[in-house]
Each structure stands twice: as structure tokens, then as C-alpha cells.
């Protein structure tokens, strides 16, 4: 299992993104949550099955049709949260 903190830049607000990434979260099996920042950029919080994180994360950077992403940054966080689904944040 790892723990990872992602965070997006590009056009990825005001284009479904979060959405797509839940999507996506179900589709792998992660948990955790995904949030719009203040800057613009989405900040995705994933738990999971190295592999399937992985290929979680080659979907986000593609994203939805309407979104560009530009850059995409992940930092391993030490340990793992008690997540038990996976949910857009406000």
C-alpha cells in the first residue's frame, strides 16, 4: 500500500475535473480525497495498491476532454490514513 499526495496544475478547475478523478478512484480501488486549491491547481490525496495507484495517476494526467494538465506533482506521505472511500472535497 502506498500514500500519496498529488497535486495538479494546468486548466483543471470548472471542468469536471474532481469528478473524473473520483471516477477514476472507483474504477482502481483507491481511497482518499480530491479538492480544488486556491491557486488553481486540483490537490488529490490517493491510498492504495502500488500498481493501481500508479495507473491511477497516468489517467490524471490526462484528465477529462476539457481539462489541460501542465504539470503534475506527487509526494509520498509517511504512513497511511484510515480512509475508507473516496470523496471530493469542498
Known sequence: MVHY??????????VGFRYFVQQ???????????????????????????????????HLKIGPSMARVIKMEKREMPGLEGFTDFRVRY
Do not use: P, Y
Open 5 to 14: 499526495e498529488i497535486k495538479i496544475t494546468g486548466r483543471v478547475q470548472g
Open 24 to 58: 477514476r478512484a472507483a474504477e482502481f480501488n483507491i481511497k482518499g480525497w480530491v479538492k480544488n486549491e486556491c491557486d488553481g491547481s486540483v490537490l488529490v490525496r490517493a491510498q492504495g495498491d502500488k500498481k493501481d495507484v500508479e495507473t491511477f495517476m497516468e
